[in-house]
């Protein structure tokens, strides 16, 4: 039996890139750090070697302005792939993401196209702080006219990076930093994965669960420790939050009559506001308990392992968030919750938890 | 006539028919606007026509331009359609932008029109990316960001240049200094020091010419479009001219007080179309008939572009969730 190809979300993201610009010659990156000897974590390695620093290009540390410039050789054909290393040096470009690039289309009538694909690398872990460890997907996810991707694992992270580097709209291809160390198969052939919204990757029939982005690692786990206890989880793995589709998790809504939403962002305005919200105007009359949300509390990152501990959610949370929503008994909760602390105490929490290594 | 000179008689009258028909369009826009027709802002350019002319004659059709919200002049001068303009205005469908961007979006894609975006300097590092675009795809096109002085108080054009600058590209950025932000003089926002002295901040040339002389403009363009052109890189032309009515409107504002009446009128004294004309005279290469007749030839186009426009439909209105994504 042949082995399973086995990559990293970061090996997968390199080698989405490294394909689609052997195959059109309009794709190029543009970066600080594209060309530098790490190469955007491993993400961009030995691409400026093999397609020459016009292809792979080095940035000034001008974000706005590669941005709008971006965004005019879109709107000339062009294919460019922005990235940066930190979510928050794309804050200095919103105005030319949210004026010119979401717009571009609209505004002229369909007439012209902004095929521009932004990477962002969420970061996490190791005391990044309130500057380096914002995801903020949520104001990513805000403006009509950008599509806003978050890849949990390494064959939709290829798959889905692929998919928009070919998409004629700008797409923010949100990666989570924790999100680069997960491994398991990856096809070599570059095959697009669709931007057509989330996909069930557990199913059960007594609560449905929407996760995004390395959120969704933590909730399979917490997810498998329920299933010991006889809890089914229909869970979703968001993959795309704008256009935001949710009939399938209306559907799965109407089975179940629960929803918990689970991502990485702030709980007050945060994607799982929006979701419970579209869901229960549309599936109040099959819920047979309220719906939750498990997010982040409102302060900053804080940079201290003691303070980021009370500070992210991890499975043990999101284990009792389901458990209270499908009325396992207090003891039986405790007991899941213990586990999984358990679980994850073997490692330091400002390191990624070592189960999101295998394949899934 | 004299065949010899550069540019020829027919050059210097093409030169000052396209002042003069965008002087004639943004003057019925105004006498028009109270009709409340035209429901959107407008920012006029009457003043400044020898800018946007001097420049765009410098160009050919592939060749892109990047405007503000004062971008009727330069929509015009680059070629852009007429009647899709008013529609535009008028929020109709036949616009350039289908009703959907209005006055200040003015952009046609079959005139090197690229964009024109009501941020301040917004636009600036579309021209860019156009070069950018040229360049890699071994073109000799040529972009030209038409930004006013204060745009070079945003941080995106000096991002815009430093970047033109260090990967050569074949773009100038076209500074038309009207002296005004909204209400607000340059010398309350920016140091005394000329503002062409911060191409060498940037390592690139600036050229620096009277906004109020076509022929001037139009020298200047033509030199650093040849050195884009030619590979050697972008170039700052700095050009002052005056914007004569309101900074958004159809109205004169003077009595806000934020100018003096008589520095109006010292640059009105200096008006490019009217000057021009009568240096066209001068040369014998413009007779009263031929500007009487190229009025009359105007006028009339302008008369049917704003009937074909007030006449043209609305766009359907369950249109509007369209065309979000392509």
């Known amino acids: 039996m042949r082995e399973p190809r086995v990559l990293t979300a970061a090996e997968a993201i390199l080698e989405a890139q490294d394909q689609a610009l052997a195959a059109d010659p309009a794709v190029f990156l543009m970066g600080e750090g594209a060309a530098d000897p790490k190469g955007i974590f491993g993400t961009t390695a030995g691409l400026v070697d093999k397609y020459g620093p016009a292809r792979v290009m080095e940035m000034p540390v001008s974000e706005n302005g590669f941005t709008g410039i971006a965004v005019g050789a879109a709107l000339m054909g062009r294919r460019p792939v922005v990235i940066h290393q930190r979510v928050e040096f794309c804050l200095l470009a919103m105005e030319q993401l949210f004026g010119n690039a979401a717009k571009a289309h609209y505004v002229s009538d369909g007439r012209h196209r902004a095929p521009l694909v932004v990477r962002l690398v969420a970061g996490r872990g190791w005391g990044q702080g309130p500057q380096h460890g914002q995801v903020l997907e949520n104001l990513f996810a805000l403006v009509p006219g950008l599509k806003l991707v978050l890849p949990a694992g390494p064959a939709d992270a290829k798959g889905m990076l692929l998919a928009a580097i070919a998409d004629d709209n700008p797409v923010i291809f949100l990666e989570h930093r924790w999100v680069h160390y997960v491994s398991g198969e990856v096809p070599e052939a570059p095959l697009p994965a669709p931007l057509d919204g989330p996909r069930r990757i557990l199913a059960g029939g007594d609560v449905t669960v929407v996760a995004a982005s390395y959120m969704t690692l933590e909730t399979r786990h917490a997810a498998a420790a329920l299933a010991a206890e006889g809890v089914a989880v229909d869970l979703f793995d968001l993959r795309v939050a704008r256009p935001l589709v949710t009939d399938a998790i209306q559907e799965s809504v109407r089975r179940t009559g629960r929803l918990l939403v689970v991502d990485t962002g702030w709980k007050t305005f945060g994607l799982g506001a929006e979701i419970v919200a579209r869901v229960t105007e549309s599936c109040f009359a099959d819920m047979a308990a309220p719906p939750r949300r498990v997010g982040l509390p409102d302060h900053p990152t804080p940079s201290s392992r003691a303070l980021a501990e009370a500070y992210y959610p991890r499975a043990e949370h999101v284990a009792g968030a389901i458990g209270a929503l499908v009325g396992l008994p207090d003891a039986r909760v405790a007991a899941v919750h213990a586990t999984l602390a358990a679980e994850r105490r073997q490692v330091p929490l400002d390191i990624p938890h070592p189960s999101f290594k295998g394949p899934f | ?326």
């Open chain 2, 1 to 326: 006539m004299n065949p010899a000179r550069e540019p020829s008689d027919q050059e210097l009258r093409d030169l000052y028919r396209a002042m003069l028909r965008i002087r004639l369009i943004e003057e019925e826009i105004a006498a028009r606007y109270a009709e409340q027709e035209m429901r959107c802002p407008v920012h006029l350019s009457v003043g400044q026509e020898a800018a946007a002319v001097g420049a765009c004659a410098a160009l050919r059709p592939a060749d892109q331009i990047t405007s503000s919200h004062r971008c009727h002049g330069h929509y015009l001068a680059k070629g852009g359609d007429l009647r899709a303009m008013l529609a535009e205005i008028y929020g109709k469908a036949a616009g350039c932008c289908g009703g959907r961007g209005g006055s200040m979006h003015l952009f046609d894609p079959d005139a090197g029109v690229l964009a024109s975006v009501p941020i301040v300097a917004s636009s600036v590092p579309l021209a860019v990316g156009a070069a950018l675009a040229f360049q890699q795809r071994a073109e000799d096109g040529v972009a030209v960001a038409f930004l006013g002085d204060g745009s070079l108080e945003e941080g995106v054009t000096h991002e815009s240049l430093n970047f033109a600058s260090r990967f050569h590209l074949p773009v100038v950025f076209f500074v038309e200094n009207n002296f005004f932000s909204v209400y607000t003089p340059l010398d309350q926002r920016q140091p005394a020091r000329p503002l062409a002295a911060l191409a060498a901040a940037h390592g690139m040339p600036a050229l620096e010419a009277d906004g109020n002389d076509v022929l001037a403009v139009l020298k200047a363009t033509k030199e650093a479009v040849a050195d884009a052109r030619a590979g050697a890189g972008p170039t700052l032309i700095v050009a002052e001219t005056y914007r004569w009515r309101e900074h958004c409107g159809p109205n004169y504002d003077n009595d806000l007080g934020y100018r003096t009446e008589d520095e109006f009128l010292a640059w009105k004294a200096r008006d490019p179309v009217a000057a021009f004309a009568a240096r066209l005279s001068e040369l014998g290469a413009m007779t009263d008939t031929d500007s009487d007749a190229m009025a009359g030839a105007i006028g009339a186009e302008i008369d049917a572009a704003f009937g074909f426009a007030k006449a043209a439909p609305f766009p359907d209105g369950a249109t509007a969730a369209e065309r979000v994504y392509a």
